[in-house]
């Protein structure tokens, strides 16, 4: 068990180097302090990489907002499958009253859970359609009395994920009743209801003296982004570490292109990650996403990135939505993409993007993607193309298979999203 101080330290202490069971109680951690945790596991064949990291607050009761999980093809509701891309994730506590680190939210206008179906059964267990909810925890110090949850206009608290049954509210509406907890704990999912986009506060209020223990604070979602990996490369998080960017089929790259798509997501951007061809869900899984997102969540802006097949998906999904309307951005990202249907560089231009960023490497017998002609580019749109190979400042020993590791690659594309994007 390892700890360490974000507000202040860097490096993480070792605690405990040998912890038997599945808990521990940290006695030395200071009053009122942040802490940040996390486990290493250790056998006879070595240890293994870090686990994802945790935070707590000592002698503080604590609220917990997560990132979004769940998506589903909006045009199948009865049957729809739902899909957790990327692990359960907490927003940072020193990131919860940020107004872009902060937790995002999807306007929840998409009618998921509304239509009059049955839930899903899997494995005996109902599976709810609802997918653009917010599952915040609620934590109370031991020997702490009632304790209330105060809330802005724009939001509707929800006790479970399915919309069943409100949390109980008192007479103005603008609070809860006294919270039910079990164990010092309960959950609560939080729903964004206006139509437009915005800012509020969730408070964690102590009503025998009006103190605020905890706040947070969310955005609604103005932007989307959609990642394609590449062949073989699979958005689930197979190693088990938190994050979806995991090594390929367990050989020496990773799937890089994920890596920056796990990234966005935790700097509270709302992200969607598919292999090049979603079997599971058919492929016009993501170009309904962005057209949900578009007539019912009230995004503005998108953008498609793709590394190799992934590239070519990347061309296809733009291209499949040329019936959005003008204001909402078409922003795309070519990772030494090559054709989705085939073998072949993917060097054309997808007639509707404004901004096309078009990484790739011409190694000798490499697989990968080619130069755009300018002469493709439409009127008002930019087109940047860099050839790691042969462009000075960059890596001209990268191959198809470790373009999408690249640093420098993966920090531009990251910039370029951030910059084209601006609002989260």
């Known amino acids: 068990m390892q700890r360490r101080q974000p507000d202040t330290e860097t490096e993480f202490t070792t605690l405990a180097p040998s912890v038997a069971g599945t808990t521990y109680s940290d006695n030395t951690a200071t009053s009122g302090t942040l802490s940040e945790y996390r486990v290493v596991a250790q056998n006879a064949n070595g240890s293994s990489p870090a686990s994802q ?26 049957d729809a499958p739902i899909y957790d891309t990327f692990p359960k994730r907490p927003v940072r506590d020193q990131d919860e009253t940020s107004n872009t680190l902060g937790p995002g939210i999807r306007i929840n206008y998409d009618d998921d859970d509304n239509d009059g179906a049955e839930d899903r059964v899997q494995g005996g267990i109902e599976i709810p359609e609802e997918n653009d909810l917010i599952e915040v925890k609620v934590d109370r110090l031991p020997g ?10 724009r939001l509707a608290l929800w006790e479970n994920h399915d919309k069943e049954t409100s949390v109980p509210l008192d007479a103005t509406l603008t609070q809860t009743e006294p919270l039910m907890f079990v164990n010092d704990t309960v959950t609560v999912f939080v729903e964004w209801v206006d139509f437009n986009h915005g800012f509020d506060n969730l408070s964690l209020v102590d009503p025998a003296t009006m103190m605020t223990l905890d706040t947070i604070r969310f955005h609604s979602f103005r932007s989307i982004i959609v990642a394609f990996g590449g062949d073989g490369q699979s958005p689930t998080d197979t190693d088990g570490d938190g994050s979806i960017g995991d090594p390929v089929q367990g050989g020496p790259n990773r799937e890089g292109i994920f890596d920056i798509a796990q990234t966005m997501y935790n700097e509270g951007w709302d992200v969607l990650a598919f292999n ?60 030494d993409a090559v054709d989705q249907g085939g073998l072949f560089a993917e060097n054309d231009w997808p007639n509707i993007a404004i901004y096309l960023l078009n990484i790739y490497q011409e190694i000798p017998f ?25 462009e000075p400042g960059w890596n001209n020993t990268l191959d198809h298979y470790s373009i999408d590791d690249d640093p420098q690659v993966q920090q531009l594309i990251r910039m370029r999203l951030q910059q084209r994007l601006m609002i989260r």
């Open 53 to 78: 990291t945790a935070q707590a607050t000592a002698n503080q009761s604590n609220l917990t907002a997560h990132r979004p999980q769940a998506i589903h093809d909006p045009n199948n509701l009865v």
């Open 144 to 153: 702490t009395g009632d304790l209330v949850l105060v809330f802005g206009s």
């Open 276 to 335: 090049e061809v979603e079997e599971t869900l058919g492929a016009d899984v993501p170009s309904t996403e962005i057209l949900n997102a578009h007539d019912r969540r009230f995004v503005e802006r998108h953008a498609v990135i793709g590394y190799s097949h992934g590239g070519g998906a990347t061309h296809d999904l733009i291209e499949d939505l040329d019936d959005i309307d003008d204001p909402f951005t078409h922003i795309g990202v070519f990772l």
């Open 366 to 390: 490499q697989l990968g993607g080619a130069d755009i002609d300018d002469g493709e580019v439409e009127i008002g749109a930019a087109l940047e193309e860099i050839n790691v190979t042969v």
